[in-house]
């Protein structure tokens, strides 16, 4: 397989997560000119729109997304899954770049002894956002019990032996891949804990910043960037 369509099954997948977000709020999602989109104030880290098609005319893009960010009275954001537009001219600040991963479903490593990992239930999670958050409460939930509506939003949480959520993260499965987002804890055990809880498919993920080091000993494969951009209300 191509880098380039990993690149793409990496962003159909995050576009498909965040419009379960979106969705899990009561939000309304749209899809034109290859991208998906929510008009409306959307959860915090979560932006309102994400292109999916690398092929799709930029032009329309960004005319497109720039008629949102201009009725918007809110902080609008856009996940540009390819690093192509040119979105200062829709108004917008680049905020950070990434890069996709891909890793491959073999040999995970193997789960600490005395480890206890399972799929979160909504009776606990907003335990797990909790400690996900570091007990901060400032915010509104972002991950309401209705997320867990959709067949494809799996959250795993890591417990100690006095029954504490330690560790976890959101595998968001859709046809082609798994969505790794919101971990905290040890990553190599989430990792595993995925081979252990989920049937085998390839991660995706991305990660800020331009040091991968950590990612490729985790044997995840980088592929291309991705830049998120803001426009502040």
Known sequence: ?????????????????????????????????????????????????????????????VAFIRGLAERSDFEFSVKDSFAALPLASAGLTPLFSATWLWLEPNDPPPLREGSSWRCIASAELMRWEQ??????????????????DDPGANVIGGFDSQGRIVAGAI?????EAIGLTNVFGSQGQVI???????????????QPGEDLSQARRRGFLPLGPLTVWRSLA
């Not at 570091?134 to 997320?147: I, K, M, S, V």
């Not at 595998?171 to 046809?175: D, L, M, N």
């Not at 595993?192 to 991305?206: G, I, K």
Request: glycine share 6%; hydrophobic share 45%.
């Open 171 to 175: 595998a968001y499965r859709t046809a």
């Open 192 to 206: 595993a804990a995925l081979a252990s809880l989920l049937p085998p498919a390839p991660v995706v993920a991305y």
């Open 1 to 61: 397989m191509m880098v380039a369509d990993r690149d793409a099954i990496a962003a159909r997948n995050n576009a498909e997560w965040c419009a379960a977000v979106w969705k899990a709020h009561g939000l309304t999602v749209g899809q034109r000119h290859g991208l998906w989109f929510c008009a409306e104030e959307t959860p915090q880290y979560y932006p309102n729109v994400v292109t999916v098609d690398p092929g799709a005319d930029p032009d329309l893009q």
């Open 131 to 148: 400690a996900w958050r570091g007990d901060d409460l400032e915010h509104a939930r972002t991950f309401p019990d209705a997320l867990l």
